[in-house]
């Protein structure tokens, strides 16, 4: 198992910013590529935005503009800074690294919780 530990979620409201950290351990970090992922209540988990490791970035449609991922191959890091955050951004943030050339996800993180209110 691969520690991966979110953290910087918490209560803030709308329009409001946070930022989450992801720290990673025992693993070529460089060499995977990142992803952050948000579990509405009561909804599937969903993909919100990743980052190659040649720091290509997509982001979901939802988050377009307002969340920035971000990465720090020294520190085995990734971010994800939250800005103009709505009430359906609500939910648990889950850290994940998948190596470069595979189609999934292996590594997971235990999850934060954001919640936001009006």
């Known amino acids: 198992q691969v520690p991966i530990v979110e953290t910087g979620g918490g209560l803030v409201h709308s329009g409001g910013s946070l930022e989450l950290s992801c720290t990673v351990s025992?693993?070529?970090?460089?060499?995977?590529?990142m992803g952050w992922f948000h579990q509405a209540p009561g909804k599937q988990r969903e993909v919100v935005a990743s980052?190659?490791?040649?720091?290509?970035?997509i982001y979901a449609d939802s988050v377009k503009g307002r969340f920035t991922i971000s990465r720090d191959n020294t520190k085995k890091q990734v971010f994800l800074h939250m800005t103009n955050l709505k009430l359906e951004d609500t939910g648990v943030y889950y850290c994940?690294?998948?190596?470069?050339?595979?189609?999934?996800?292996?590594?997971w993180g235990q999850g934060t919780q954001i919640s936001v209110s009006a």
């Open positions: 025992g693993l070529d970090f460089s060499r995977y590529v």
């Open positions: 994940a690294a998948k190596p470069l050339r595979s189609g999934s996800y292996q590594f």
């Open positions: 980052i190659s490791t040649a720091n290509n970035i």
